[in-house]
């Protein structure tokens, strides 16, 4: 058996709906985006979309410019959707301010760091395992259920030792 490194799994999420994703989130736009903005990056989608590079569907494109063209429909999805800066764009100027621009790394190092587990031990010590084994005990049958019992050793004529069941690569 060898011990190469297991392939990633990789996880696709069901689709959020176009109402809960919002039209800001769907054509690539901050919410103070203009007129000329906004066509160019409905252009750019359109595009992407008839050539299948991305998977929102056309459909989603058009709607999501139907509704920041609409202004009374626009303030609603400002309000509702994912995208959670504001329309004064609150979250964007604290970002600039604190060097969090997509072009550059942020000029401050992160408090807590991440730790590498691999050679991690926990400050607590861990019972041996026959130990743990001696010390656990099987409950007694419910006087409500004596069918159990009687179904269980017709089974299983000796007693089943749940450490000794195969797992894995070890089942036949």
């Known amino acids: 058996m060898s ?5 990633p799994v990789v996880l696709e999420l069901a689709p959020l709906p176009r109402e809960q994703l919002g039209p ?6 901050p919410k103070d985006a203009d007129c000329e903005q906004i066509e160019a990056h409905w252009a750019e989608r359109v595009k992407a979309a ?4 991305i998977r929102i569907p056309l459909e989603d494109v058009n709607w999501a410019r139907e509704i920041i063209n609409d202004p009374d429909r626009r303030c609603r999805a400002e309000a509702s ?3 959670l800066d504001l329309s004064d764009g609150t979250l964007a100027r604290l970002a600039q301010t604190h060097g969090l621009t997509d072009q550059a790394a942020p000029p401050w190092k992160p408090y807590d760091e991440e730790k590498l587990l691999a050679d991690y031990t926990p400050p607590t ?3 041996e395992l026959s130990e743990l084994l001696h010390g656990l005990t099987l409950p007694e049958w419910p006087v409500e259920l004596p069918a159990v019992e009687k179904l269980l050793q017709s089974y299983l004529p000796q007693n089943l030792d749940p450490w000794a ?6 089942v036949p």
Not at 3 to 7: D, G, I, L, Q, R
Not at 50 to 53: A, D, G, I, L, T
């Open 81 to 83: 959707n994912l995208n």
């Open 3 to 7: 011990h190469e490194p297991a392939a």
């Open 50 to 53: 008839r050539k299948h590079q």
């Open 24 to 29: 800001f989130l769907l054509l690539g736009l």
């Open 125 to 127: 010590l861990l019972p």
């Open 165 to 170: 069941v195969p797992l894995g690569e070890d």
